[in-house]
């Protein structure tokens, strides 16, 4: 099975910027990389999505390098109501069925 | 427009039954995915229905089952329900497989 990795949990301080990693080695060619935020109890809830280079929304920017073996998500200055899970989500070319596989998600916890 | 719709929210069961699950998507997607949510192996993707056709499924024992309706509902089924299924089920729905992905609520089911 293909391996998506993120850091585990990360703290940060009310207004700093959060860059949030995602390691996808096995991408599909034709798979963009999304990412989601996650609050108990609810859905994953879409924050942005891209396939190679930079995008940027109004509230997060995604950042992929040429090979897209990996991705960044960056939260600019975060608030408390940024503390969340966040899942990256690409899909898998080995498996042959075009799996889509969450990351293991990252625990953004906001200090103030 | 309203978001996708899961029914019901919670569910309880026995080991041994079956059980099936409910999921509206958002109104002109024709794409949805079911995924299952524990603690310990945290989002896994189930499978993908586009236009009433299983389009792909993730690695999951035949037990669990899904169909597409012509109006792009959907339901999965569990059968021969095990401890280890209890968990989060959740649906989402988009327009096309790369598009953003719509997650509803989810359902809960504990398996006794």
Known sequence: ????????????????????????????????ITWYQ????????????????KVTNEVASLFIP?????????????????????YCLVGDNRAGANNLFFGTGTRLTVIP | ????????????????QQVTLSCSPISGHRSVSWYQQTPGQG??????????????????????????????????????LELGDSALYLCASSFARNNEQFFGPGTRLTVL
């Open chain 1, 66 to 86: 040429a090979d897209r073996k990996s991705s960044t998500l960056s939260l600019p200055r975060v608030s408390l109501s940024d503390t969340a899970v966040y």
């Open chain 1, 38 to 53: 996650q609050f108990p109890s609810q859905g994953p809830r879409f924050i942005i999505q891209g396939y190679k280079t």
């Open chain 2, 43 to 80: 989002l896994q993707f189930l499978f993908e229905y586009f236009s009433e056709t299983q389009r792909n499924k993730g690695n999951f024992p035949g037990r669990f089952s899904g169909r597409q309706f012509s109006n792009s509902r959907s339901e999965m089924n569990v059968s021969t």
């Open chain 1, 1 to 32: 099975l293909a391996k998506t990795t993120q850091p585990i949990s990360m703290d940060s301080y009310e207004g700093q910027e959060v860059n949030i990693t995602c390691s996808h080695n096995n991408i599909a060619t034709n798979d963009y």
């Open chain 2, 1 to 16: 427009k309203a978001g996708v719709t899961q029914t019901p929210r919670y569910l309880i069961k026995t080991r041994g």
